[in-house]
């Protein structure tokens, strides 16, 4: 399938943006775009209860890694080509982004315009546009570079896909190697 998706991140004229703007799953989550650079977010369109499905990740196409890309294998990186590039990262998420069933879950009850966020780490091993994290999450790991820079106990509290379940065991095994 061609590859239209853009997105949009600078903006300096939101209603501008929001006039143009077609959803890619319309009535199941939507872009809430905001003025300035990546303040926009996704949010869902809908309720979901927890663990209900928000939608199959379709129409994907394999890439290099960037930082709209997300990792589904150990050296394996798609880009989503829709919405959900618009998933923000949280420490404390709503959703996960399962890259094993390529579907999005839902990890709390979600009303209508709440905030669809996904911890980056469960997906990315080192990613290719560290930020420092502001999400004033109790938890919050304060530095998101990937599940590479966060400890066993930290990653253990989220939902991990298997690549990144398989490079943490190798990481624990790797360094009870070393220690002997
Ligand atoms: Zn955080």
Redesign the pocket.
């Known amino acids: 399938m061609p590859v239209t998706y853009t997105k949009v991140e600078k903006i300096t004229d939101a209603a501008a943006v929001k006039l143009a703007y077609k959803p890619t799953h319309p009535g199941l989550f939507e872009v809430a775009y905001a003025e300035g650079d990546y303040n926009s977010k996704l949010v869902a369109a809908r309720p979901y209860a927890k663990g209900e499905i928000l939608c199959k990740v379709e129409g994907i196409t394999a890439g290099p890694k960037k930082y709209t890309s997300v990792q589904v294998g150990k050296d394996d990186h798609i880009e989503l080509n829709s919405d959900l590039v618009f998933m923000n990262?949280?420490?404390?998420p709503t959703v996960s982004l399962d890259t094993d069933t390529m579907t999005v879950v839902a990890v709390v009850d979600l009303k209508e315009g709440d905030n669809l966020t996904f911890f980056y780490p469960s997906s990315e091993w080192e990613m290719d546009q560290p930020f420092p994290?502001?999400?004033?999450?109790e938890?919050?790991?304060?530095n998101?570079q990937g599940a590479k820079f966060l400890s066993k106990e930290t990653m253990s509290r989220y939902f991990l896909t298997k690549h990144i379940q398989t490079l943490l065991e190798e990481r624990e095994a790797a360094a009870s190697a070393a220690q002997v």
């Open positions: 990262h949280s420490c404390n994290c502001w999400c004033g999450a938890q919050c790991v304060k998101v």
